[in-house]
């Protein structure tokens, strides 16, 4: 059986995405569980043209809920075609009536322990319209198939070594998505660490850990970074603040290569970090801390979010200042969206406000998809355009390039000045976050998506079996 696993995205920015750093883990991790069996193939939306005259006989349909416009018409075209389609990710698993619609079967959670089970299914015409995927205990993963990424990616070796969050950040899915906290087997994590068959040094040379959170387990952690050691690597992953305050991991992350992590810091106001649910994070302390990692010459990438209830446009567009006197190298810059499955949709659905005419392409992180509290929808997409362009502009850029080269490693030092290299030239070329109000291919077809719409009739599992064996 051929399947092609396809990772679904709609271009976010206004002239796309000129540079593509680092490939999702889903679609290589998915392969990497498919029996040897099958033939199979990773599509990337993101970096490579999706193929509707294929030759496969199953698709499967990875989707944040930014990018479910585009799954759905995808769905419908490939099941025109005949082929099984199969969704799942984030979006499905909280909207999983909404997807059975436009899917043969959807995964409803974590995917390991279903997939396999779910492709014999196909084979043997008993596929179900529904499986639910527990939370996987970690063990015995075997490493993503790398061997599948197109070239386009600038980093390639994507590792995970834990699942999960402890903190319930308003905005965030991760803790319903993948509950609890897992680690997998330090042996297990350096065997993907270690697979090194890749194009350019660089390549060979960089780990990103795929992990919401890497160092919540201090003596896990602790542990996997003193394996590191030996393999003098460069890595990266997301982290949280408090880590600051631990010198032996501090000391362990520069001896294991850490060149850069990743911070949620989200707001510099104590009213909208209360907003987001963050009482771990205290703005005061943010210099501190960053010099901390600073001190250890890595580079810290922080993430800021627009629209929570006490934010006004003034205190958005203050944020390119506040970024660059608090040290971050790298900023982020998105819009609060009220993703589903997150404590902030629950609250804005309750008082009515989510915004009923907008359809999923908003929910990308960069569109405005919710009432604001204390400004219209349009002031503040406009304000969070302002700080982008403040913030990605010639001046602070350069401020941020020169400081990290008297402050951080070479490792950090390079990956700071290519990334903000990358975002200035994008805002010095106006090729800003894509605004789906101004530019939306998906307008017409909002009705297509709402409950009750079915592309196409739905083949029965033996309908379905019978046509590829007619077509082997």
């Excluded at 700080?387 to 080269?405: D, Q």
């Amino acid at each position: 059986m051929k399947i092609d696993i396809i990772i679904v995205y709609i271009p976010r920015y206004v002239r796309g995405h000129e540079k593509n750093f680092v490939p999702p883990l889903t679609g290589i991790h998915l392969a990497a569980l498919t029996p040897p069996a099958h033939t199979v193939r990773v599509i990337h939306q993101q970096v490579e043209a999706v193929k509707l005259d294929t030759d496969a006989d199953v698709i499967a349909l990875s989707f944040f809920s930014g990018f479910a416009p585009e799954a759905y018409r995808l769905a419908a075209e490939y099941r025109r075609r005949g082929k099984v389609v199969i969704g799942g990710g984030p979006h499905v698993t909280f909207n999983a009536a909404e997807a059975m619609l436009h899917c043969d079967a959807i995964v409803v959670g974590e995917t390991e322990s279903v997939w396999v089970g779910l492709l014999n299914d196909i084979e043997t015409g008993r596929l179900k319209q529904e499986y639910h995927g527990g939370p996987c205990d970690m063990r015995d993963l075997p490493t993503p198939r790398y061997d599948l990424l197109p070239r386009q990616f600038f980093i390639t070796r994507v590792v995970q070594a834990t699942r999960g969050c402890p903190f319930t950040c308003s905005f965030c899915s991760v803790p319903q998505l993948n509950p609890g906290f897992r680690t997998r087997l330090v042996s297990d994590v350096l065997r993907d660490v270690q697979y090194n068959r890749f194009r350019h040094w660089w390549q060979r040379k960089i780990v990103w850990f795929w992990d919401d959170n890497l160092t919540v387990k201090r003596d896990y952690a602790k542990q996997l970074l003193s394996a590191l050691i030996p393999q003098r690597k460069w890595w990266l992953s997301q982290a949280s603040m408090d880590i600051a305050r631990d010198p032996e991991l501090l000391e362990l992350m520069r001896r294991s290569g850490c060149i850069g992590i990743f911070f949620g810091i989200e707001s510099f106001t104590t009213e909208s970090l209360a907003d987001a649910h963050k009482p771990q994070n205290k703005s005061a302390m943010y210099r501190n801390q960053i010099r901390a990692l600073h001190d250890r010459g890595i580079c810290v990438m922080a993430g800021l979010i627009s629209g929570f209830d006490p934010d006004r446009p003034a205190t958005i567009r203050d944020m390119a200042k506040q970024l660059y006197d608090a040290g971050v190298d790298v900023p982020f810059l998105s819009v609060l969206t009220p993703f589903p499955g997150t404590p902030v949709y629950q609250k804005y659905q309750a008082a009515g406000r989510i915004l009923e005419d907008r359809g999923w392409e908003f929910y990308n992180g960069y569109n405005v998809a919710f009432q604001p509290k204390e400004m219209t929808p349009e002031e503040l997409l406009e304000a969070h355009r302002d700080l982008w362009r403040e913030a990605f502009s010639l001046r602070y850029s350069l401020k941020r390039i020169v400081r990290a080269f008297f402050t951080l490693r070479w490792g950090a030092f390079l990956m700071c000045a290519f990334m903000n290299s990358f975002y200035c030239l994008k805002a010095m070329r106006d090729n800003l976050p894509r605004s789906f109000v101004k530019d939306n291919p998906y307008r017409e077809k909002q009705d297509r998506f709402m409950p009750g719409w079915n592309p196409v009739p739905i083949k029965t599992p033996a309908d379905r079996l019978e046509e590829m064996e007619m077509t082997k």
